[in-house]
């Protein structure tokens, strides 16, 4: 089968790369210099993606920053190198999910939620090379051509089957479609290792801690451990493979990557406080957003890891706006209490005025709660909800 045999050449290139060095990625191979498309197959996916980079530039979803462009292709280029970075177009799209991907023609996606699983330009660098390692490595062509492969094999099989249609034909189809699938979903497993291995060969040779790589896979584990532990879900598997995984199991690429990473790199510099600083702007706009998709555990766990280095008035009020959002009585008083911390690091943060006040309305503290909002009306009148909050509000009466 032709699939199964470049599966399995696949991940023989790839197991074969990792056991060649026992402890450290192979540096990553010689820059060819930028790519052009060869035959239909190519040509065609490049037409598709100089279309859909068309519409991305167009697209509401748009991160129009240059400062903050400017700053996450730094970060790749230096991960992967200044002749490799020329070839990528870095795009920052509003979108609070954790990923990023990059098309064959050189355009690089980069969605808002990676910016709040990161902390620094390690981790940051990790990810962002990951996804070079794809685009240097063709993978996106690879699976084109593997996908139509294994489709024109089931297509086939279909037709031949339809003229001897028994129970033993149908039973001999049904298998051939589950191992084609199985083979397929187990090649792009492969190529996720071998974006890996070279992600982290990226990082070995760069300014960078390696060591960063991991350490986003760790972060990843416990934040769906949070998430589900606040759903009362039982403790995911980290190391079950589903037949229709695309990925590798977490702790695997925890493991292998903490492997892989040049040891004393460790001591290098992340950059964390030049991470947070650049981000300082957008950090509370996107957890704003990832509070608002109704994931506690998540949501709670990504704010006490960005509250490790330092709670600050916007992750006061972005907790007191997660714990309000569930509508506990109990959480209503989390709520008051972190607005008010919010606001004693604030004095000027009107967003925390307003989330207090609501939390005091609900819980009986009618006067207090007034008085918060009346503060936020006066520190941001014209909001867009200022003539609804004013509702709730009674006019002070004044005596002659």
Partial sequence: MKLGVVAIA??????????????????PPPYEGAYQPQGLDEIGMWREDDESERELVASNLLIRDENLTAYVTKVLCDTIGTDRCK????????????????????????LSG???????????????????????KRHGVERFKSARSGSDMLAWGAVLASIA????????????????????????????????????GYLNHSPLPPQGATRVWKNVMAEIDASVRAKGLSKPNFNAIAFTA?????????????????????????????????????????????????????SEYLIQSLAERGWTAWLWNARGELYRGRG?????????????????????LAEAYRGLGLSLLKTGHAAEGQNALRKYLQLNPNAADARLIAMMVPKEVTTK
């Fill in 87 to 110: 070839s990528v177009r870095v795009y920052i799209l509003r979108e609070p999910t954790f990923n990023a991907s990059m098309s064959p023609n050189g355009t690089m996606r980069v």
């Fill in 165 to 200: 249609p028994t129970y033993d034909t149908r039973r001999s189809y049904q298998n051939l479609q589950l191992s084609v699938y199985g083979n397929f979903f187990r090649f792009k497993r492969n190529q996720e290792r071998e974006a890996d291995i070279l992600g982290i």
């Fill in 328 to 348: 506990n009585p109990r959480d209503l008083v989390n709520a008051s209490e972190f607005y008010s911390k919010a606001i004693g690091l604030d004095p000027n």
């Fill in 10 to 27: 696949l991940c023989s290139a790839v197991l074969s790369c990792a056991a060649a060095s026992a402890k450290q990625a192979p540096p």
């Fill in 246 to 298: 695309s990925h590798p199991p977490e702790a695997e690429r925890a493991a292998y990557l903490e492997e892989l990473a040049q040891p004393d790199a460790s001591s290098r510099n992340d950059e964390s406080e030049r991470y947070r600083q650049s981000l300082q702007q957008w950090l509370p706009i996107f957890l704003n957003d990832q509070v608002k998709l109704n994931d506690f555990g998540a």
């Fill in 114 to 136: 990676l910016f709040l699983r990161v902390h620094d330009e390690a981790e940051l660098g990790a990810v962002l090379g990951h996804e070079f390692g794809h685009f240097e």
